[in-house]
Structure formats: C-alpha cells, structure tokens
C-alpha cells in the first residue's frame, strides 16, 4: 500500500556532488559595455535536439463528452507537495520534441493520440535557470464505449492522471490549489488564458 | 548608445560564491518508504510573503481600440537572447504579491492599473526547482487621447515594453520566436490557452 511520500531532509548541495543539475557563473556584458555576473541552474541532461523538456496540452473529443484535457498529480520533492501538471518529461538523448510529447502522453496517460501542434522553444524561468521546452498540442479522439486505456509507468512512478473538461479546468485547477497541492505555473497559465478568453473577451 | 548584450564566459559556480540562488539536496521518503535524494535550486531571496516573484497579466482597455496585454523584451543572460515575458519581479521582502504586481508593472511599463485579480501560489519548474509565484491580472482603462506613460526604471535597466492586442497575441509570440528571441514558458502558455479558446472550442 503507497505511503504518503514526504522531504526528509533538505541540505546544502556541493556543485560536485550534482549529478542532474549544475550552477553557471555567467559573466556577460551590459548594454553599456560593462561586464556583470549572473547566477544560473542549468540541466546536464540536455540531449541531441537542444531542448530540455516537453509538455503536453492534450485534446480529448468524444461523442457525448465536452472537450477535455488531462492533467497529472504527482509529488515534486523541490516544492515538497503534490503537484498538477500537465503530462510532460524530458527529451531524450536522440529523440525528438515532438516524438517525446506522443511518448510521454502514453507512459502517463495511456492515451495515444496525435501530434497537432508544437511550439517554437519556450524558457522556463529565465531569471534563474537554463531550462528550456516546447509545448504540444495532441489531439485524441474517442468513440462511444472506448475504455480508459493503462498507463505505462516506469517501476516506481507514482502518477495519477485526470481528465477534466476544459470548460472547468480553471476552476478545478483554483480547487487543487486549495486543497494544499501545488498547480504549475505553466499549466495554471493556460488554464487562465483559456478562462480569459472564456469569460472577459 | 546602448550595445547588444551578449554572453561572454559560462563558468561552472562554486556553491560557496552563489549569492542569489542555492542548491538543495533534497532526501525525501517516497511512496514505498525508500529513502531518496533529489536535487533543485532554490532562491535565497524569498521574503515573509513566501512567494519569489509575480508576473502581471495586463489588460488594456481603450475606447477605439481592441483589448490589448503588454509584453516585455530584456536581454536574459542564462538563456543568452531577449526574452518576451509578462511583466514581472520579485516581491520585496515586506511587501505582498498584490502590492508588488501592481509595483512593478508601474515600474516596468509606466501604467497604473487596478488588481482585480490574484492566483494561488503556483511553481514554475517544479522538477528541478523550488521557484514560486502569483500571476495578477491588473486592468487598465483609458480614455481617448490618454498618452503613453513613462516607465519607471532603475539606473541600468533595459526593458523595451510592447502593447499588444490581444487577438494577435499568439501569433506575435511565434513571430518574436522566429527573429531569435527567447518566449517565457509561462507567457507562452496562456496566450496558447487564449488562442485555442478563439480558434478551437
């Protein structure tokens, strides 16, 4: 039976000790000329394709459902919570953006879809960090009487998957929120553009 | 006359010499009751609100005009390139999420608005980071002839503002992303949300 999992101990990380992660020292130069530092964390799993990682804004139609999309719970030991995500995972070293997100979907969701869009490379959080993506759109569409299909998780991948239509994913993303879980900022921003568009234009 | 910024050495950091970011090791206890580590960089700037940073989603209001948002363009030495982001900044130590949105996109923009809303706390790369923030809406409504204000920046400060309707926005981000600058992730997604509302629903 899956216990609660929960932060233990948090310590200080020597840079050589970091297996995933690395610190830069960046010294650029302004635009006076004058020469600066800047502190950055980077990836060192970046392969092949040059970016770091996709996400996955999927698009469930059926016959007698509204439009859907899904998001996935999981425990992110930096926040120290359970987080709502879209689907989403790293490149691999000599795969494509766009055959990680179709891959990606099916480990977490077990959907198999089509790829329909993907985006130019976006940056996480550039103030801080390297870290690049590029957002999908895949499309999945079900007939009457399909069965959810098994997610295909790694041993030790604790994933939950939900679909929630996209006409209350605002709400129910400000719902999770309350509960004590941790909505990324990513997915809480398309959930609020959509809402937007939705109610105010 | 100002020159292009550019990147001139990346250095690897030692941790002893980080002033404004850190790395953890975190030991969390997963669900099967293993003990495992887990590494992320983490702000040592947070402040009593316990939030790092907002980002304002502005809107524009204008009799003859159509609704429009602001973006803004700087130069992001960890990515290397000008950046396309919301309007955003860290919270002062004693200052609220509310106060500084509307802080800061006077600041960065020259436009005094009014908050009419505030999300939860939401994480903006939860798998390598402990990074988090609240993303405002502030709303903006001028009269004919209103002028552009001045912005507000600090000695050293490059910040190039652009308004931008709110019907083009997606497509202006992908073009931005063609000449070579860089689009934050979180921008990116809720104009995403906002044009798949427009276009798909």
């Known amino acids: 039976m899956p216990q609660s999992p929960k932060v233990t101990a948090v310590d200080s990380l020597p840079a050589n000790e970091a297996k995933w992660i690395e610190f830069q020292k960046i010294t650029w130069s302004d635009q006076t000329g004058k020469s600066r530092i800047w502190e950055a964390a980077s990836r060192k799993t970046r392969g092949k394709s ?4 996709v996400a996955i804004s999927t698009i469930i139609r059926h016959p007698s459902r ?3 999309t ?3 719970l999981q425990y992110r030991p930096p926040v120290g919570a359970i987080c ?3 689907p989403a995972g790293l490149v691999d ?5 766009s055959d990680a997100s179709v891959r990606e979907l099916h480990e977490e969701t077990g959907y198999k879809g089509k790829l329909s869009y993907i985006s130019p490379t976006i940056v996480s959080d550039p103030g801080m960090s390297t870290a690049n993506m590029q957002l999908a759109t895949v499309e ?7 069965k959810e299909p098994e997610q295909a998780l790694d041993d030790g991948e604790f994933i939950e ?3 929630v239509p996209l006409d209350s994913l605002f709400e129910r993303l400000e719902a999770y929120s309350k509960e004590g879980k941790m909505v990324d900022a990513r997915l809480f921003h398309w959930a609020a553009g959509l ?3 939705r109610t105010m234009l």
């Not at 070293?93 to 953006?97: L, Q, W």
Request: charged share 25%.
């Open 50 to 53: 040059g970016v770091d990682a």
């Open 70 to 72: 899904i998001v996935i």
């Open 161 to 163: 998957r939900v679909v």
């Open 66 to 68: 509204p439009p859907s």
């Open 195 to 197: 809402h937007f568009a």
């Open 84 to 86: 709502v995500e879209f």
């Open 93 to 97: 070293e000599s795969e494509t953006p």
């Open 140 to 146: 999945v569409n079900l007939k009457e009487g399909d």
